[in-house]
């Protein structure tokens, strides 16, 4: 599993990003998938996950009916639509993979992609 985040950038508030998850691997349907985000100082933050075939999903309260997390098995990629955007979900947000669906927690995550600039302005 090699994944690449991407659709970062800059928004106002109320503003919608969409972001891409590609993995460039051939195993990209055997993981589960997650968003976590990051601010400077703070612990990463899970965001939202998605099962192997996109049957389950889980999101963070602050988050929820505003984001919706999705994937493609067949282009090996994932996404997270974010809507109503607030300041407060300015962070470096980070796509992540793991063999088994489950609990929250970053340690879980096997693999990381790099990361992605949300910056919202007031």
């Known amino acids: 599993v090699q994944l690449q985040a991407s659709g970062g950038g800059l928004v106002q508030t109320g503003g919608s990003l969409r972001l891409s998850c590609v993995d460039s691997g051939r195993s990209f349907g055997g993981y589960a998938l997650g968003w976590f985000r990051q601010v400077p100082g703070k612990e990463r933050e899970f965001v939202a996950a998605i099962s192997r075939t996109g049957g389950i999903t889980s999101y963070a309260d602050s988050v929820k009916g505003r984001f919706t997390i999705s994937r493609e098995n067949a282009k090996n990629a994932g996404y997270l639509q974010m809507n109503s955007l607030e300041p407060e979900d300015t962070a470096v947000y980070s796509c992540?993979?793991?063999?088994?669906?489950?609990?929250?927690?970053?340690?879980?995550?096997?693999?990381w992609g790099q990361g992605t600039q949300v910056t919202v302005s007031s």
């Open positions: 992540a993979a793991k063999p088994l669906w489950g609990g929250q927690s970053a340690r879980e995550y096997a693999y």
